[in-house]
């Protein structure tokens, strides 16, 4: 038996996904988790041999929830079950150690025999999940931070490069000033830099302005 554990927060997904794989004859699920911290406490506890793991979830997300379970259990193959596909929530949990990543528009079947294919140490990466990283193999060194920025972003990237506040922002991309607190926050997150000067700097060092 593939022994499965499922940490998602939305009852319902884990209810739908534990109800199909256990009419299947060689998958059993050991347990649900309804949070990060959760997971990788049954993890520990359990030793499953395929853990789902849903990506954004309250308190522990699936990336750090990932990388704790791979510590504490290097055996279990972490599948990533998640709605997103953008970059920011992709390489993050690749390299945190996830075995195969799939979207929660995959057919119960095929979520069945990813799980399969993991536990034979085979690993399943939705197609254009496998185009990311490819991509980003070829690129190689060659790849900047700043490409992960939404268009917008770079927008609001650019008007920091130029030293404009966030009202200065907001009023020349008639955007509101929430909107633009978030965006800034996001870049700073993407670009791994602590504040606006650093922002700024790096702006003008990769030729953005």
């Known amino acids: 038996m593939i022994r499965v554990l499922l940490v998602d927060d939305h009852e319902m997904v884990r ?4 109800a199909y794989l256990s009419t299947e004859e060689d998958i059993e699920v050991v347990a649900e988790a309804a949070s990060g911290e959760e997971g990788v406490r049954l993890a520990a506890e359990l030793r499953p041999d395929v853990v789902l793991m849903d990506l954004v979830m309250e308190g522990i997300g699936g990336v750090e929830a990932t990388r704790r379970i791979r510590e504490a259990c290097p055996a279990s193959k972490v599948i990533v079950l998640t709605s997103f596909i953008d970059d920011e929530k992709v390489y993050p949990v690749i390299e945190a150690g996830a075995f195969s990543y799939l979207l929660k528009t995959s057919r119960a079947a095929e979520i069945a025999r990813a799980i399969r294919s993991a536990a034979a140490g085979e690993p399943v990466l939705e197609s ?3 185009g990311k990283i490819m991509a980003r193999f070829r ?3 060659e790849s900047h931070p700043h490409e992960q920025l939404t268009p917008r972003e770079l927008e609001v990237l650019k008007l920091i490069g130029q030293g404009k506040s966030n009202q200065e922002i907001a ?3 008639i955007i509101g000033i929430k909107t ?3 965006h800034v926050s ?3 997150a993407k670009l791994n830099v602590e ?3 650093q922002a700024a700097i790096y702006v ?3 030729h953005l302005g």
């Open 128 to 130: 254009r999940v496998a």
């Open 15 to 18: 209810m739908g996904l534990a």
């Open 204 to 206: 003008h060092t990769h």
């Open 171 to 173: 009023d020349e991309l």
């Open 186 to 188: 996001n870049i700073l």
């Open 195 to 197: 504040d606006r000067t």
């Open 139 to 141: 690129h190689g060194q």
């Open 180 to 182: 633009v607190k978030t």
